[in-house]
């Protein structure tokens, strides 16, 4: 089975610290991975996606990381805001087919003062 | 405002009812998914259009959901016979290529 398990499930940080998110995947064989911020109540807003042939992709404050050798992708996230309070979630995609996207179940990040 | 947008965005009913949502995609994207969320998890796909074709459905997708996109434009999602455990938050997303993009959601509970 097709899995994506996410590390820490929570973690909490203060304002102005850079924290990494991590991401394991059993997906196989594998088109691209993408790493979505969801605000609690709000849909998932994509922040990063990656090809098997790319290793690192930048937006902003976020850098998201992939090895497709050992199946593990991290988001980075630096000098951390208030507004970085939400759940990141990874989600792989297999070639061919829809059905088996599979989302992580989240990190959930707390940005403090 | 461009974005996917989802109504209603909360629906309390009671056991036994029917529901349905709307999901109004991003304009020129071809492609429409629904999923569902429950607390704590990550989005279940359940289904997929490409235009007006329904090219995938989950498992998840019981005989009492049922989806449709008659023009290929909006979608809409039908529950029937709803149960408690059909309590969750259902989202849409769309897309012309790899990215797609999220709806607020609908939030279901079903009491």
């Known amino acids: 089975k097709n899995q994506v398990e996410q590390s820490p499930q929570s973690l909490i940080i203060l304002e102005g610290k850079n924290c990494t998110l991590q991401?394991?995947?059993?997906?196989?064989?594998?088109?691209?991975l993408r790493w979505y911020k969801q605000d609690t109540g709000r849909g998932p807003v994509s922040l990063t996606i990656m090809t098997f042939s790319e290793n690192t992709k930048s937006n902003g404050r976020y850098t998201a990381t992939l090895d497709a050798d050992t199946k593990q992708s991290s988001l980075h996230i630096t000098a951390s805001q208030l507004s970085d309070s939400a759940s990141y979630i990874c989600?792989?995609?297999?070639?061919?087919?829809?059905?088996?996207?599979?989302f992580g179940t989240g990190t959930k990040l707390q940005v403090i003062p | 405002d461009t974005g996917v947008s989802q109504n209603p965005r909360h629906k309390i009913t009671k056991r036994g009812q029917n529901v349905t949502f709307r999901c109004d995609p991003i304009?020129?994207?071809?492609?429409l998914y629904w999923y569902r969320q429950t607390l704590g998890q990550g989005p279940e796909f359940l289904t997929y259009f490409q235009n007006e074709a329904q090219l995938e459905k989950s498992r998840l997708l019981s005989d009492r959901f049922s989806a449709e996109r008659p023009k290929g434009s909006f979608s809409t999602l039908e529950i029937q016979r709803t149960e408690q455990g059909d309590s969750a938050m259902y989202l849409c997303?769309?897309?012309?290529?790899?990215?797609?993009?999220f709806g607020p959601g609908t939030r279901l509970t079903v009491l």
């Open positions: 991401c394991n995947y059993t997906v196989s064989p594998f088109s691209n």
């Open positions: 997303a769309s897309s012309r290529d790899n990215e797609q993009f």
């Open positions: 304009s020129e994207h071809n492609r």
């Open positions: 989600v792989v995609s297999p070639t061919g087919g829809y059905q088996k996207v599979t």
